[in-house]
């Protein structure tokens, strides 16, 4: 039986040049050089969006509890009467059995929201702290607030 030329050739040799390696590796610290910046500012726009979304969400509670009980949690009963019934006065008459949240978050930076009834902006006042969890700042560790959502 005579053997075909295909299966008795030699494959050819596989493999990467040290070249052709080198080449790769420079082209992915190129990319990480100009991807990596823009991706390491993304952490602190994410904790931004969060607390804005967080506190969205605790209004909405908020409002649901208002229309259930004609008026917002006092400051003394805080934000847990969301999760469950105050027994600080006013001790709300139509309090829903499930709540009006599962939980109460944490801002994204641990921090708990702060919450004051009748506000300075508002019938209600929610707020984080920021990064820094002082009151105030500027920039990036400016507080997120309920009366000023849009600012960066």
């Avoid at 050819?12 to 080449?23: D, K, P, S």
């Avoid at 509670?61 to 019934?85: F, I, S």
């Amino acid at each position: 039986m005579k053997k075909s030329p295909l299966l008795s050739a030699r494959p050819a040799a596989a493999g990467f040049t040290l070249i052709e390696i080198m080449v790769v590796v420079v082209i992915l610290g190129i990319l990480a050089t100009l991807i990596i910046p823009k991706i390491m500012s993304r952490p602190d726009e994410a904790r931004h969006t969060k607390a804005i979304l967080d506190i969205q969400s605790i209004g909405q509670a908020l409002d649901l509890y208002r229309l259930d009980n004609n008026q917002y949690p006092t400051t003394e009963q805080g934000l847990m009467a969301l999760v469950v019934k105050p027994e600080v006065e006013p001790v709300p008459r139509r309090w829903r059995q499930e709540g009006y949240l599962a939980k109460l978050p944490m801002d994204p930076w641990d921090n708990p929201y702060v919450y004051l009834a009748p506000g300075l902006h508002g019938q209600y006042d929610l707020l984080s702290l920021g990064p820094d969890g002082m009151p105030g700042g500027e920039g990036k560790g400016a507080d997120i607030t309920s009366w000023n959502l849009d600012r960066p």
